[in-house]
């Protein structure tokens, strides 16, 4: 007889996993935060230059 996937798998729930660290935290939003600017500088660059080659390409 097989056990269901649930029962095999030993994932430790809410509960049991280990709290984070504040220094984990400040990393993971440090990190969060920079990689969220990236990305609004990139599409923000993206934004400009489709604007200026749109432009110099319909002449």
């Given at each position: 007889?097989?056990?269901?996937?649930?029962?095999?798998?030993?994932?430790?729930?809410?509960?049991?996993?280990?709290?984070?660290?504040?220094?984990?935290?400040?990393r993971i939003?440090?990190?969060?935060?920079?990689?969220?600017?990236?990305?609004?500088?990139?599409?923000?660059?993206?934004?400009?230059?489709?604007?200026?080659?749109?432009?110099?390409?319909?002449?």
């Amino acid at each position: 007889m097989t056990t269901p996937a649930s029962q095999s798998v030993n994932a430790p729930t809410p509960s049991q996993a280990a709290p984070l660290s504040k220094a984990i935290v400040r990393r993971i939003v440090f990190s969060s935060s920079v990689g969220n600017a990236l990305e609004w500088f990139d599409f923000l660059v993206y934004g400009y230059f489709a604007a200026i080659i749109a432009k110099e390409f319909s002449r």
